[in-house]
């Protein structure tokens, strides 16, 4: 099938200068522009597979719609330099690759796009139109669809007419309509003044397009909006005719001259050569359309990418000797499961792929195959893996093993890029030159899941194999190229299988003292009840807004603070500030909170036990949070609430596994604020860590000017919500609310803080800087995040970026130094012989099982061993505590 692709190079370009890190060759010239724009191009090519390809670009400032408006695009900023300098760079890509690209003065690169896809549509050609800019959507037709680029540059949103008439409710004609009534900032066009997006939707709804509401501007209800248009309506109409793309455009070129055929390699190879695109390098043999020196074109009729077809051998249908050639390590291997919870999920089988072939093990076969156990449990023999942990722990179920993990691909995306959340197998496939469906789409969803055909599960389990092992090199060069080889292989990677053994160990619970607390809680709420209904002189439901906000605002005469758009509003943050107005507002308040106790952490607990074992067996997410941190799911063990007694009590039903054993909690103490102090090297901060001093009680001395015994626990309170909030980038308002007190109050507390601890201001300021410089920051340990939004122009985004600026190397050491505690403890217990276990990580504590006669050793061990995890240059500080539950162990 034929298809057309334009490519909005000014667009895609901008994109990639804005949302990547700072590159620069040896030089100095900067290349992260040309980069994002090679890998947009190549996942152009791996997914649409074009036939035809233009890339348009704009050829200067001025076009023929200054000539209508002058002030046209007059508030734009100037190109920055080094965006400029890379122009030349993409250019020397496109003529590697063989491909068009076009600029013509008095036009801009829309318009070259718009006759483009005039002419396809007249020729019947799918077209796809690859941009960051909404005005392209205009063009969206039977024939044309835009993908516009909606995350950095790495994903995309699809736009057909559905999809336009659901987000505006207009035809893509329409758009154009809309953008002369409302203006458009960034292009300087002006529309009608005080008419907004709602606005303008409103109007085009009920007359249809720009003309005829300057037309029929006497039916316009409003007074205010009837005499704006009526005022404006010659700009309303050239601000339409501004917003209109050319579509006829005299271009010298004709559409069969835009047929792109493939690509020859080794050109291709020496420009990324040229611009240090190592990481690309291996890409390209499999990017549709590549061909080696002395290979001719086969054209690009293929239409879109299909499965890469595999020649399957399946055990139980050759000899197994035969075979066993395929298990030569090192092998890519996948543990394939009949669901999400790997915990329960069924073994669908295992594929193995290797330089010898592919093969797929039938789970009938799996626990027989002798030389199929002896490869899983041989750690000597190298396995390239996705989400090892997931294969890891289904296997323990089993009774089999799974050794010898040397490369995790879900891992080692992750590490190259944790805000993205895009890290399923199928979607790092393309960056192989593979096409792998993902597992919704091939097994069903929900109710519409189906069980595959022998051949067709085979097929799919072993091309997952494939897709890691292309991947594994790939990824493999890019960790190393972020000198991330160090958190990886010495972190992330045994970490993982850390993680497996503490969820297939779990965690036991007894349901009896669980069921108890529900009852309790049960009761407590009747009781509530009772008295809500009195207070309130009538019975209704608490738990409908509708019928509380009644209650409260309208029979009791409570002060509203805010309404929604059903009526008053009763959430959390209002129903605080009116505490001391009623007393029945607090008795609603701790009905809530009991109400969700019994429902989520007690119903809710008693439904995660597993009846075979007695335990919970929580999913550890290793590759989640953007600061590193782990989190539990499937129960979330980590957002127990622990403030009111009545949470902390839920912990008294986590028992040991064992007769006879104890439960052993250690935490950090104050983790961040060290790793803050360590940052810093804050003189004031380094010095209250190393005389072992509460940091609150030092904080509030100095920022108050009090000795310490003249502090007040209302001093100390504050001080430690500046502390604290010092590390989450908390602003004046922020600190207001948490505090209670005036804005102004705050910001001077914020100041006076920054007056005493000078370093931590100045730390602040060279984060955000280096955040700057590097596009990213770190941890003590080389974790990197990416924050694309750093330079960005929107204040609210670039606020953002730099807060995490701020607190993700404090945050993210802090995930880092627990990890590598982990780490260590797993090899120490190992080393000593010890059978204590670690069964659960929350945030800054860790918690084991130990028998009696471990006691004494482990109360020495751990806190050694968590202490001496990083060398700060201030002192960790461990608090170890041991008990019959874990709410003893607090």
């Known amino acids: 099938m034929e298809k057309l692709v334009l490519i909005d190079g000014n667009s895609i370009a901008n994109r990639a200068f804005y949302a990547l890190p700072p590159l620069t060759l040896a030089s100095g010239q900067h290349t992260h522009a040309v980069y994002g724009f090679t890998t947009m191009l190549l996942k152009v090519l791996e997914e649409e597979r074009p036939t035809h390809l233009l890339v348009a670009f704009d050829a200067g400032k001025v076009t023929f719609r200054h000539a209508r408006f002058e002030a046209y695009k007059g508030k734009r900023h100037k190109t920055p330099n080094e965006l400029s300098e890379q122009f030349p760079l993409i250019k020397d890509v496109l003529d590697a690759f063989g491909i068009r690209y076009h600029e013509q003065e008095g036009f801009e690169a829309d318009d070259i796009i718009g006759t483009v896809s005039a002419w396809a549509e007249a020729r019947g050609l799918a077209t796809r139109i690859v941009t960051g800019d ?101 700009q309303a109409l050239v601000s339409k005719e501004l917003a209109v793309i050319r579509r006829d455009v005299p271009l010298p070129f004709e559409l069969e001259d835009l047929r792109y055929d493939g690509f020859a390699l080794e050109p291709v190879r020496e420009v990324f050569r040229r611009l240090e695109f190592k990481s690309l390098l291996d890409r390209l043999p499999h990017v549709p359309g590549a061909r080696a020196p002395g290979e001719t074109s086969t054209g690009a009729e293929e239409g879109d990418a299909a499965p890469t077809p595999l020649d399957v051998a399946v055990a139980g249908t050759a000899e197994d000797a035969a075979l066993e050639r395929l298990l030569a390590a090192p092998a890519a291997v996948v543990v394939e499961l009949d669901g999400d919870n790997y915990h329960e999920a069924a073994l669908l089988g295992i594929g193995v792929y290797s330089d010898a072939g592919a093969l797929f093990v039938p789970a009938a076969r799996v626990e027989e195959w002798e030389a199929l156990r002896a490869f899983l449990a041989d750690p000597t023999r190298e396995k390239w893996v996705y989400d090892g942990k997931r294969g890891e722990v289904a296997l323990r179920w089993r009774g089999l093993s799974l050794e010898g993990i040397a490369f995790d691909v879900l891992i080692a995306s992750y590490l190259l890029n944790p805000t993205e959340s895009r890290h399923a197998l199928s979607d790092l496939a393309p960056r192989a030159g593979l096409s792998l469906a993902p597992d919704e789409e091939v097994y069903g969803k929900g109710a519409k899941r189906r069980a595959l055909a022998a051949g067709e599960l085979a097929a799919h389990v072993c091309r997952k194999a494939q897709a890691i092992y292309r991947l594994k090199p790939l990824l493999e060069r890019e960790v190393e190229e972020a000198e991330m080889n160090g958190l990886f292989y010495d972190l992330e990677l045994p970490l993982s299988r850390i993680l497996a053994a503490m969820e297939h160990a779990g965690f036991r619970v007894d349901t009896a003292r669980l069921k108890e607390m529900g009852e309790e809680f049960e009761r407590r709420l009747e009781e509530l009840t009772a008295e809500i209904y009195r207070l309130a002189g009538t019975p209704f439901n608490i738990n409908s807004p509708k019928q509380l906000g009644e209650i409260l605002f309208d029979k009791l005469g409570l002060p509203p603070l805010k309404k929604t758009k059903t009526g008053y509003s009763t959430s959390a943050d209002v129903l605080e500030k009116l505490q001391d107005a009623h007393e029945i507002v607090p008795k609603i308040l701790y009905y809530r909170t009991l109400g969700k106790l019994k429902s989520t952490y007690v119903d809710g607990l008693l439904k995660e036990v597993n009846p075979r074992t007695g335990k919970i067996h929580t999913i550890f997410n290793q590759a989640l949070t953007a600061t590193g941190r782990l989190s539990s799911a499937e129960p979330n063990l980590q957002n127990i609430p622990i403030r009111l007694e009545e949470g902390r009590r839920i912990r008294q039903a986590f028992v040991p596994s064992e007769p006879g054993w104890k439960l052993l909690a250690a935490d950090y103490s104050q983790i961040e604020l060290r790793v803050l102090a360590h940052l810093s090297q804050d003189e004031a901060l380094v010095d209250a860590f190393h005389r072992d001093m509460d940091i609150h009680t030092r904080t509030a001395m100095d920022v108050f000017g009090v000795p310490e015994d003249a502090v007040t626990p209302l001093m100390r309170r504050q001080a430690k919500a500046v502390n604290f909030g010092i590390i989450y980038g908390i602003s004046d308002y922020g600190l207001s609310q948490n505090l209670g007190i005036p804005r102004k109050e705050a910001a001077a507390f914020i100041e006076r803080y920054f007056d005493v601890f000078r370093g931590v201001k100045r730390y602040m300021e060279d984060v955000v800087e280096e955040a700057r410089r590097k596009g990213y920051v770190t941890t003590l340990l080389g974790r990197r995040r990416f924050l694309p939004d750093i330079h960005s122009p929107n204040y609210n985004l670039r606020s953002f970026a730099e807060r995490t600026a701020r607190n993700t190397p404090i945050q993210g050491t802090a995930a880092d130094i627990i990890k590598l505690a982990m780490v260590n403890l797993a090899r120490r217990l190992k080393e000593e012989g010890l059978r204590s276990r670690l069964i659960l990580q929350v945030h800054d504590e860790l918690v084991f099982e130990v028998p009696e006669d471990e006691l004494a050793v482990m109360r020495e061990l751990v806190p050694a061993v968590m202490e001496r995890a990083v060398r700060l240059s201030v002192p960790l500080k461990v608090d170890v505590h041991v008990g019959d539950t874990w709410y003893d162990a607090k």
């Open 134 to 234: 909404k005005d392209l959507l205009q063009l969206v037709s039977p024939y044309v669809t835009v993908a516009l680029t909606r995350k950095g540059i790495s994903e995309t949103e699809r736009y057909d007419e559905a999809a336009i008439r659901q987000k505006y409710g207009l035809t893509p004609a329409q758009l154009v309509d809309l953008k002369g009534l409302m203006g458009d900032a960034s292009d300087n066009i002006p529309g009608v003044p005080g008419v907004g997006e709602k606005t303008a939707l409103k109007l085009l709804a009920q007359f249809g397009s720009v003309e005829e509401v300057v037309r029929r501007v006497d039916e316009i209800s409003g007074p205010k909006l009837r005499e704006a248009i009526a005022a404006h309506r010659e």
